[in-house]
């Protein structure tokens, strides 16, 4: 049997404080007591079970309840993990003699999301406070000049960092310095790529984050039924039977979920501001069903005579082989991480499946592959009009807009008549 | 100035100059007549390099924007590599065969990357021409992102699949040093470029107020110095830095006039082409003539002055450019005092590396760019410039598309202020 909960965990109990079932597992050897054996297998998976049912559930409720909160219980999940993270290769005795040093992280913190949720939700932001002439005139000035009160932040953080250098902590100073860097880039480049999502649409965040989840759940069971061959040094749990019937099922869910998530106009419509009500939209050719008669060669029984299949859902296609082929490896990656600095997990939030950071690391690399799919595929993004579109919406007012708008008008008008 | 006494203890990648070789061998300054031919010794050699480096630098600048970004990456290229061998274990690399191929991977990754993005619309214009090559350029430019992710990924998944037993903290540090030096080096170089193509002059001036300053700390501290300014570097002192602000900011003002002057450092470039550069000079490299006040005017002959107000940009970078850009040297120094290297490389006798070069110019770069984008770029911004951008960077189709984007967004703030 490849789940060999007992022995793989006994060499690194570390980190571990709350679960006693650990500490029961730990105190066995090794796995001679099959009877046993079984029964921590069962209870770990209820563990397991109860904790991601708890997850699911909350996660669910977000979503109903809208961008806006995704948005938040992003933010609130990203301060966890970065939480956690810095708290990782910290050393208490040294960091006893550098008084306001843990300050400096946060200080980046708050610089790199500043520029993050400045960026993506600047436009969104003018776009709420449009009715109040005072405040759209205050947050337009914000919006215009972001950058360079992000860059002043940073480069405050970065003084302070070389002020405050001790002698003799020269490495450990340098060495958290490059670690809280190398921290904020992976915590703050997924949420910014999954709120960008957001607001295109939840669906886009939707889809890839539920992929993931299905694959997990759906590799966790192949393998407890099924796991013989083991799959990878890096992570003895898991096995090719788990891969590869996993596979199968996120494909086969991509192609299922993407048409059921497809009706809902909550899921599939841009948010263009940070409002909270309802939305209505036009949805886009992506979502509008074609109908394709089924091919002659398709058993008999087969209930339908034409299927009705929305574009995207093979986009989601493409979107589940990327979850299924390549996401692991970011778990593969986490796995290869705390061995390398031997930890036993990231933190101890979850109860059965550790830190936060454990739930998240396929995601990460998901939610990247999602945005950066999205905009070359999807969207099929314009690069020049955009960023023309983005100068024109941060630096004119809106009567200097109408004007831009009346005068590029006339001239198509007259490009248009000359053409003809 | 203790040349001798604060680099002795730590000699390690000094190869080839003889001079180390020489000063490591006194123990202290105690002789001075020696101590002062070794100062004036050590200052002749700075010099010549610096001679050197200076020329060739000016002569790549009269050659064009291209040359100027291709030097850019032939520096980078060097700086990563010195910086790639710096914390590398060859018995450990032995082992992992293929591994340093890794580096040189992300290396090639973020090259295309970084400028694809910042070149593409210039690409785009340099083969408007040609109808294939054309078609060809707008396809690989519109899936450039995806390109770019997919290398990564390959990267990725590469240095998982070899990763080795009792080897996985070695090949995960180095990871992650790949991964901080790519981003030092190409943020740099990237805001870099980017600001060769919007005029070479705001790539030159900042990067010659930072050698102003260098050589303005250096000769100020070697005639004055008296007072230790910070603990990570003894060379420097309160007098060179007080001396070289000084020095920097009126250098600042007069040299933005000078070079204002040129349409082949004003102009900005919009494809990859090398031929003359002929543009409408941009109000900021207008002079304003200001009456100078009657006191000022019976002293001196001259009853106005014309100053650019491209001047006064200048003045921002070069209080910048005294200020904070020398704490990217103090952050060199401390890198270099923690993990024990006397050197980055040896590359420029005299100076030691590259990357000793170039680390104030790494900070003073983001910051030109980031003024540009903020202060320049949105202050020349009117309905007049932007129309005249949409007209001249956009094919029809765009830009009609951007005509409607526009029209709706309009739309929606006015329903949504009313």
């Known amino acids: 049997m490849a789940m060999q909960n007992g022995s793989s965990q006994t060499p690194w109990v570390r980190h571990r404080r709350h679960s006693n079932e650990d500490v029961q597992e730990a105190s066995k050897a090794n796995e001679t007591h099959l009877l046993v054996n079984d029964q ?11 904790s991601s049912v708890w997850m699911i559930g909350g996660f669910a409720l977000i979503i109903y309840m809208g961008h806006l909160y995704i948005t938040a219980m992003i933010v609130v999940i990203q301060i966890f993990m970065a939480r956690e993270l810095f708290n990782l290769l910290r050393r208490a005795h040294v960091d006893r003699c550098l008084p306001g040093f843990r300050m ?36 337009s000035k914000l919006i215009k000049y972001q950058m360079i009160a992000c860059y002043s932040l940073y480069t405050a953080g970065f003084v302070w960092f070389i002020l405050t250098l001790k002698k003799g902590m020269y490495k450990y100073q340098f060495g958290q310095y490059a670690w809280t860097h190398m921290i904020l880039i992976v915590v703050f480049t997924q949420s910014a790529f999954t ?36 799959l990878i040094k890096l ?23 993407a048409n059921i998530m497809g009706r809902f106009q909550w899921l599939t419509c841009p948010r263009k ?25 398709f058993p008999e029984w087969f209930p339908w005579k034409e299927m009705a299949i929305m574009p995207v859902q093979w986009h989601a296609l493409c979107l589940g082989l990327f979850a299924s082929i390549i996401a692991p490896f970011g778990g593969f990656f986490a796995s290869g991480f705390k061995r390398a600095f031997k930890i036993k997990d990231f933190g101890d939030s979850i109860p059965g499946h550790g830190g936060i950071t454990d739930r998240m690391d396929c995601q ?20 020049m009009v955009e960023t023309i579109l983005e100068q024109i919406l ?24 000359a053409q003809s």
């Open 104 to 139: 400096l992280n946060w200080h980046f913190f708050f610089t790199a999301m500043l520029f993050v949720y400045g960026r993506i939700l600047g436009q969104r932001l003018v776009n709420t406070v449009t009715s109040d002439k005072v405040l759209y005139k205050l947050v």
């Open 195 to 230: 709120v960008a999502n957001i607001f295109e649409g939840v669906f886009w965040f939707l889809l890839p984050a539920t992929l993931i989840v299905i694959n997990d759940i759906a590799a966790y069971f192949f393998g407890f039924f099924f796991g013989r061959t083991p």
């Open 40 to 50: 921590n297998k069962y209870r770990s998976m209820l563990v397991r079970a109860y």
């Open 364 to 383: 990460m690399v998901m939610a990247v592959f999602a945005y950066i799919y999205h905009q070359s595929f999807v969207v099929g993004q314009n690069l």
């Open 273 to 297: 501001d940070l409002s909270t009500s309802w939305l209505q939209c036009d949805p886009g050719p992506l979502f509008r069903p074609e109908y394709y008669t089924v091919p002659k060669w």
């Open 394 to 417: 941060m630096n004119l007012t809106l009567d200097e807009q109408q004007t831009l708008y009346m005068k590029l008008g006339q001239i198509l008008n007259e490009r248009m008549t």
């Open 235 to 257: 992570s003895p749990k898991k096995t090719w039977e788990g891969f590869i019937g996993a596979s199968f099922t996120t494909m086969i869910s991509a192609f299922v979920l």
